[in-house]
């Protein structure tokens, strides 16, 4: 069973500071996607990564894949209040079209 | 065009009564999966549907049924509910449910069927 963990669970900042979320598990992954969620809403799809090392960029977003896949994180620059939401990583296991996601780093940006 | 829809948005249930939550994917798409948020956690995998079949099942009690129709619509259905039932059910669409490409598919899910058991 994997077991995956989110940091930190809950994080509050003023609007312009950067800041960094992790995505932890003790088991290798074929792909790993970032999910942003905003309330009454569904998750959606910010970025998937799949090669160990890489690192990928959206916009203020910066995604980084462990070398040895089996963590990840996001780091946000110059955040704003746009980026508030409930931020899910959910790894993937080779084939396996069923997502596990984490339970989450819920971000609140203040103006 | 119209991205995948749930209805209904919010349902207020007892104890011990069934429901039936439904989902329409995006045009196109032939896959469909049951997520159950509950308050505070990440979306928990209940089902896949791929062409009517049943490619999928988290671990989740036979309370728990779904189905999906010719026109890959679907109904996730819960018998006997509970309190612990309460959450967010959300539905999320695919164009073929493979994931065996690279990262996967992408899922495209919907606003979700806010359930509440009392």
């Known amino acids: 069973t994997q077991l995956l963990e989110q940091s930190p669970q809950f994080l509050s900042i003023q609007e312009g500071e950067n800041l960094t979320v992790y995505c932890n598990s003790s088991?290798?992954?074929?792909?790993l996607q970032w999910y942003r969620q905003e309330p009454g809403e569904g998750p959606v799809l910010l970025v998937t990564?799949?090669?160990?090392?890489e690192v990928k960029k959206l916009k203020r977003l910066t995604f980084q894949f462990g070398d040895a896949r089996k963590d990840s994180s996001l780091h946000i620059t110059a955040a704003q209040p746009g980026d508030t939401g409930l931020y899910l990583c959910?790894?993937?296991?080779?084939?396996?079209?069923?997502?596990?996601f984490g339970t989450g780093t819920r971000l609140t940006i203040i103006p | 065009d119209a991205g995948v829809t749930q209805s209904p948005t919010h349902l207020i249930k007892t104890r011990g009564q069934h429901v039936t939550l439904r989902c329409s994917p995006i045009s196109g798409h032939k896959s469909v999966s049951w997520y159950q948020q509950v308050l505070g956690q990440g979306p928990q995998f209940i089902f896949q549907?791929?062409?009517?079949?049943?490619?999928g099942r988290g671990n989740f009690p036979d309370r728990f049924s779904a189905r999906q129709f010719p026109n890959y619509s679907s109904e996730l259905n819960v018998n006997a509910l509970l309190l612990g039932d309460s959450a967010l059910y959300l539905c999320?669409?695919?164009?073929?449910?493979?994931?065996?490409?690279?990262?996967?598919?992408?899922?495209?899910f919907g606003p979700g069927t806010r359930l509440l058991v009392l």
């Open positions: 549907y791929y062409e009517k079949e049943e490619r």
């Open positions: 999320a669409s695919s164009l073929e449910g493979s994931g065996g490409r690279g990262g996967g598919e992408t899922q495209y």
């Open positions: 959910a790894p993937r296991l080779g084939g396996n079209e069923k997502l596990t």
């Open positions: 088991s290798v992954f074929s792909s």
């Open positions: 990564v799949v090669t160990g090392g």
